[in-house]
């Protein structure tokens, strides 16, 4: 076989050409490696750096438990609530309401006074510097503002308002107590029917 100068020549550089890039896959597949342990170095970075902001978060936790039990047995005296303190149905809970008692207020109630509607008043302004813009009680049996009732009166209207309410309050109550006393009797009906 003849081989000239310039077949040489091209075999040299194919030669060349293939073992450079033999060695750029070599390469290659050694930078893929060492990524790949950079990047399970750093996930593991990542775990511990996630373990150790959890263990001083659960040591701080334990920390400040022990700081506010110290807190609460100095300070407060709080204790967990016990078995006792838990309800075991409706009459329990039922039992528990209390209505209110004969002393108790009636509720306020508020209005906006109009001034164009207040009595006693010549001029609507004049009425309107008498009612002013804030709110104003208002009876609610007559439905007149405390500020233009005479005093006597006013004493008067709100004492038979509260005779009135309770009357009304005791009325209700009645019957609310009534209708517990049936649903809790048609309660046990149901339940000595399931039993």
Not at 40 to 57: D, M, S
Not at 104 to 124: F, L, S
């Amino acid at each position: 076989m003849n081989l000239t100068h310039d077949r040489v020549r091209s075999i040299g550089w194919i030669s060349v050409l293939v073992i450079c890039g033999a060695m750029l896959v070599a390469l290659t597949l050694r930078v893929n490696a060492v990524k790949s342990e950079v990047f399970v170095t750093e996930k593991r970075i990542v775990y511990t750096q996630q373990q150790i902001n959890f263990l001083e978060t659960e040591f701080q936790t334990r920390s400040n438990q022990q700081a506010l039990k110290k807190l609460n047995d100095l300070e407060f005296g709080y204790q967990a609530p016990s078995a006792g303190q838990y309800l075991e149905g409706e009459r329990q809970l039922a039992a528990l309401g209390a209505a209110p008692g004969p002393d108790a207020p009636a509720p306020i109630r508020y209005a906006n006074a109009d001034p164009a509607q207040v009595p006693g008043e010549g001029t609507a302004q004049e009425a309107e510097e008498k009612a002013g813009s804030l709110l104003a009680m208002v009876n609610p049996v007559s439905g007149a503002t405390a500020a233009a009732m005479p005093e006597s009166e006013r004493r008067r209207e709100l004492a038979s308002a509260k005779a009135a309410s309770r009357d009304a309050e005791g009325e209700r109550l009645r019957g609310q107590a009534a209708d517990l006393s049936q649903r809790l009797a048609s309660i046990e009906v149901a339940e000595a029917a399931n039993q």
